[in-house]
């Protein structure tokens, strides 16, 4: 049994999840090969070379695979595949949006954010937006799976020392091209990757008022999350939203600031090891899920609490 | 340009799902079932192009049992020209789903084929991108903003980090994300006129595919429970709680 996991990066970081990701295939068993997919990602290869448990990283450096767009990414991944006799990526929207691709070119069903390994075969997932974990068997010649990093503790970054080889692919297919991004540039610790995430929802009424939550984050080394809800009203931008449909987070410490607690937010951060609301409704359901739950004004609250930290 | 949009039958959103107590899956019986959040999202972006004079009809195509005739019902209410029910009553898998898609994609010939990014049901995200993979056609996952413009289409998506905007040859196929724009409420007069449009009702017999699948599911559980904890009095308290107790910073 040889595992195939799909580098996460952006040809300059290795991303974090990755190692999620290997820690999963560990959890299967097996040789554990990694593919960097990249251009100019050269220091990338190198990287998953250290990765604790990687035999083998493969490095196809191409123009065409820059951006890891599917349609020139997915015929690369699935002829590789062939060999294989798992192929997992990150539930990242980068993992997601490319790997179903490779599944149906291989004409296997894809098992979605598998959160506990069961066996070789049988895998746990979250449906219903995590309100209830189904355990499914594969009967897939090649199983294809996307890994939702909370789910396993990531290996360790170094230790490995596999060896690297170069290999190519068909590269562009013609048919999409990158035009451009906008990321949000931020010093702050990455949501998913975070040890703490302080979160806020309506009840911060507007944008600027989230600069409490961003000095209090940055008093205790925070990443900073928000609620649909405050996604939707356009206080932040929606690569800040922790739920269902958003990001995933299970951090050793959760503060949601001003968020009633939808489910659809419960399940992107119920795993979270300590849980703290600070909400004025005392009836909020985030309460139901809150191991410290203080009732009152945040507006009082969270500057106390950044004195006092 | 013709347009099509894929919508699922999925228990309503509001509805808080139990797990039957055999573990064989969550109890549907009597739970109100809705057109899945996405796929509102998918039908509305379709309409609007139409408003714009982009897309010239709408074509909407539900899998799933007869019951999902409400659904498609709803969609012709929004603005949907005619309806295609390929009828199902097994629980296909989102590879067996889009080889279905496939097969009315090879029809009906669209330009653009528009899906949610995921049934709030199963949340396996997949069919969209699996029908880009069996159509060749390139794909433009999570939009939140999609313009047609000549032979090709560019769509903003929501990805990690921020927004990333791709050029897409058409034909091709957009899933949505929430944000790509808000659903309008069908009027009365609209929903008595989509009474009288076409609804096409097909089976995966007739469309020539097979929708076996290789992955069966063994059981289904609920999640551990998180017991409600302590409310405390202070800023100062949760401070000390913090500190010595949970021990977290």
């Known amino acids: 049994m040889t595992i195939l996991v799909i580098a996460e990066h952006n040809n300059a970081v290795l991303a974090a999840a990755t190692l999620n990701t290997v820690a999963a295939a560990k959890a299967i068993g097996g040789d554990i090969h990694v593919l960097v997919a990249g251009s100019g990602c050269g220091a990338i290869g190198e990287a998953a070379a250290q ?28 002829d590789l595949a062939k060999n294989y006799s798992h192929v997992l990526a990150a539930a990242t929207t980068n993992g997601k949006n490319f790997l179903p691709r490779v599944a149906a070119q ?21 449906i219903y937006a995590g309100n209830a974990i189904a355990t499914v068997q594969s009967s897939a010649a090649i199983k294809v799976i996307t890994v939702r990093a909370t789910g396993f503790d990531a290996v360790n970054a170094t230790g490995g020392s596999a060896a690297v080889e ?17 990321l949000a540039k931020s010093d702050r610790p990455e949501l998913t990757a975070a040890k703490i995430v302080v979160s806020g929802g309506r009840g911060m009424q507007n944008g600027d008022n989230f600069k409490h ?57 119920k795993d979270s090891k300590v849980i703290v609301a600070i909400n004025k409704d005392e009836e909020a359901p985030i309460f139901q899920v809150a191991d410290y739950g203080l009732v009152g004004d945040l507006f009082e609250i969270v500057p106390e609490l950044e004195k006092l930290v | 340009m013709k347009v ?10 509001n509805v808080k799902v139990r797990v039957k107590a055999d573990n064989s899956g969550v109890d549907l019986a009597n739970v109100k079932m809705s057109m899945n959040p996405f796929c509102e999202i998918a039908v ?54 889009a080889k279905l898609l496939k097969a009315v994609v090879d029809k009906e010939q669209p330009q653009l084929v528009i899906l949610g990014k995921q049934a709030i049901d199963s949340d396996n995200n997949q069919t969209g991108q ?39 040859s058409l034909p091709a196929i957009v899933t949505t994300d929430l944000r790509l724009n808000e659903p309008r409420y069908a009027s009365l007069p609209n929903i008595m006129k989509a009474k009288k449009k076409p609804l096409e009702t097909l089976t995966p017999d007739a469309l020539g595919v097979t929708t076996t699948s290789t992955v069966k599911t063994l059981k289904v559980e609920a999640p551990a429970a998180r017991s409600a904890g302590i409310k405390v009095k202070s800023v100062a308290e949760l401070v000390e709680k913090l500190k010595n107790e949970a021990k977290v910073i």
């Not at chain 1, 008093?219 to 900073?224: H, P, R, S």
């Not at chain 2, 010239?56 to 005739?69: K, L, W």
């Not at chain 2, 880009?132 to 413009?149: N, P, R």
């Open chain 2, 4 to 13: 099509l949009v894929a919508v699922k039958r999925v228990v309503d959103y």
């Open chain 1, 51 to 78: 990765i604790e448990g990687v035999a083998k990283v493969l490095v196809a450096d191409d123009a065409a695979y820059a951006n890891q767009l599917p349609e020139n990414v997915a015929p690369l991944i699935a």
């Open chain 1, 166 to 182: 170069q290999i190519s692919g068909a590269g562009d297919a013609g048919k999409s091209a990158f035009v451009g991004e906008e």
């Open chain 1, 106 to 126: 291989l004409d296997v069903d894809q098992i979605s954010e598998i959160i506990a390994v069961e066996s070789a075969d049988t895998f746990k997932r979250p």
């Open chain 2, 44 to 97: 509305e972006e379709a309409v609007r192009l139409k408003e714009k004079g982009v897309a010239s009809e709408i074509v909407v195509v539900s899998i799933g049992p007869t019951a999902a005739q409400e659904q498609l019902r709803t969609a012709l209410a929004l603005g949907a020209d005619r309806a295609v029910l390929v009828e199902s009553n097994d629980e296909l898998n989102s590879l067996a789903v």
């Open chain 2, 130 to 168: 699996m029908l880009g993979a069996l159509t060749g056609y390139a794909q433009g996952t999570f939009a939140s903003k999609v313009e047609v413009a000549g032979d090709k289409v560019n769509v903003t998506r929501e990805i990690d980090g921020g927004l990333q905007t791709v050029a897409l």
């Open chain 1, 213 to 269: 939550l961003y000095s209090l984050a940055d008093k205790l080394g925070a990443a900073v999350g928000a609620s649909r809800a405050a996604v939707d009203a356009g206080f932040v931008p929606n690569d800040m939203q922790v739920g269902q449909t958003g990001k995933i987070v299970a951090p050793q410490l959760y503060i949601a600031v001003g968020i009633s607690g939808a489910i659809q937010h419960l399940a992107g951060m």
